[in-house]
């Protein structure tokens, strides 16, 4: 295999089960498990080519090989034993070194398997939208997933991280969120925009108004807790704020990950359903055509570097994003998303410049985030857990940095390349977009009431 002249992996998601035993209402790879079938393992054999692709390449650095599902876990202890040893025999042979990571909903976690999972250090992230008043509602399960929980925080001698969902249940409940999350003795989470992948998951997508209040919320929690816990996402766009307006940074070049205008989807990032289908990342199964190449056809870096040609184009900067004053905070949002239908990039473009607004009101609270991500990533990049993250910030620091955020943020805004008047501008949510896919299995009904921002 002649070696593509553009792939750099530094992340692998395989997924190693081919389906879930939760139900969970908005999930999007049922789409591609309808396709190919329900309730299936890959094979060890699968496993061990798709390995072979990830870590033929140059890139030096370690390459995390995520297992991702439906619900990873239901493996079993002894294929994901198994799989973790194929994973050091082939990233042996390649001369590579590896990292694991999982992420799960915790249901099927049993004290033996946390002391497997933690022996081989597996980075573990679970899935959890608020307390089960929320919880309930989008995902289900809550007392087993708060059990598969405990017990991982046990075997590690940590929490785990937790990706948090924003629907419409929890979008304008999100000061709850943070406090319950803390309550847990959660340290740093991520909170991802749904969208609405189908018909029959529309009515738990957020709107642009619950989307930028969940944002503003999330903020605000993150300045008042002083470090004690952080979201990820919104801790990257405000490094990415302030490398923009102080660095002279393109916000177009920053951050790294699925967020960028150009993201790692294809050169950094690969992904592989339990077949051994080849997508640029996993939000590309949601369509048939996302599949580029199977892992072992003898054409498949000819194919992965076409593609990456057509997602290069693909991910060009719009003249509107350029001249838009919102760019130097917007995180795009995922391109999977923003070309498929369904209102994701309208919802995430209206929000952000809502989000902006805010921002520019609010320079100290920016100030604080900046300064605790600065140390929490200090403290990540040291390994250290146990060190307190909640500390106060030196109140001179802050001050002073918010008075530079503002001004700067003030000078950005009189910028000649930049047009004010698109801040006003709204695309709006078009029922219309959503496709109308038919639900394949049934699914947790939407929350019972719509949200306090409903119709605004």
């Known amino acids: 295999m002649a070696l593509s002249s553009r792939r750099r992996t530094r992340m692998v998601v395989i997924e190693n089960f081919g389906s879930c035993n939760m139900r969970c209402s908005y999930c999007f790879p049922e789409h591609m498990w309808s396709r190919q079938g329900h309730s299936a393992v890959m094979s060890k054999d699968t ?10 390449t140059p890139e030096t650095g370690p390459v995390d090989v995520r297992f991702a599902g439906g619900e990873p876990l239901l493996a079993g202890r002894d294929w994901l034993e198994t799989a973790f040893a194929i994973t050091r025999e082939v990233a042996g042979r390649h001369g590579k070194r590896f990292t694991l990571s999982l992420q799960t909903n915790a249901t099927l976690v049993t004290p033996e398997l946390a002391r497997l999972l933690a022996e081989h250090d597996v980075r ?6 608020g307390d089960a008043s929320i919880n309930e509602a989008t995902r289900g399960d809550t007392d087993r997933t708060l059990a598969g929980f405990h017990l991982l925080t046990e075997a590690y001698g940590h929490v785990p991280g937790v990706i948090v969902t924003v629907t419409r249940a929890n979008a304008t409940r999100m000061h709850e969120v943070v406090g319950y999350l803390d309550s847990l003795g959660v340290a740093l989470f991520r909170a991802n925009q749904m969208g609405a992948t189908a018909s029959w998951n529309v009515a738990l997508a957020p709107r642009a108004e619950e989307w930028a209040a969940a944002r503003q919320a999330l903020i605000e929690e993150m300045a008042a807790r002083a470090g004690q816990i952080m979201e990820l ?24 990950g699925c967020c960028a205008m150009r993201c790692p989807a294809g050169t950094e990032l690969l992904y592989f359903d339990r077949k051994g289908g080849a997508y640029p990342c996993p939000r590309t199964n949601v369509t048939a055509t996302g599949k580029v190449a199977g892992y072992a056809d003898t054409d498949f870096d000819e ?11 693909a991910m060009e900067v719009p003249g509107t994003c350029a001249a838009c004053p919102a760019n130097v905070v917007c995180d795009y ?18 929000a952000t410049k809502a989000f902006f607004g805010w921002m520019m009101e609010h320079p100290e609270q920016l100030a604080r985030v900046f300064l605790l991500s600065q140390r929490r990533a200090e403290q990540r990049a040291r390994g250290d857990w146990n060190s307190p993250r909640a500390a106060p910030l030196p109140n001179a620091a802050v001050s002073t ?37 038919q639900i394949t299995r049934r699914r947790l009904g939407a929350p019972p009431s719509p949200s306090p921002l409903e119709g605004k």
């Open 124 to 129: 573990i992230g679970v899935s959890l939208d």
């Open 401 to 437: 940095l918010a008075g530079d955020i503002g001004t700067r943020l003030l000078d950005h805004l009189a910028r000649p390349d930049l047009n004010p008047d698109l801040l006003p501008q709204r695309f709006g949510w078009h029922e219309d977009r959503v496709p109308l896919l």
């Open 303 to 313: 194919r992965w570097d076409e593609m990456l040609g057509e997602l290069d184009t």
């Open 333 to 350: 949002g995922c391109h999977a998303f923003n070309v498929a239908e369904g209102n994701f990039f309208e919802v995430n473009c209206d």
């Open 47 to 56: 496993l061990r080519g798709t390995l072979e692709v990830a870590f033929d």
């Open 233 to 256: 996402n919104l801790s990257q766009a405000v490094l990415k704020l302030v490398s923009s307006l102080f660095g002279g940074q393109s916000p177009f070049a920053s951050p790294r």
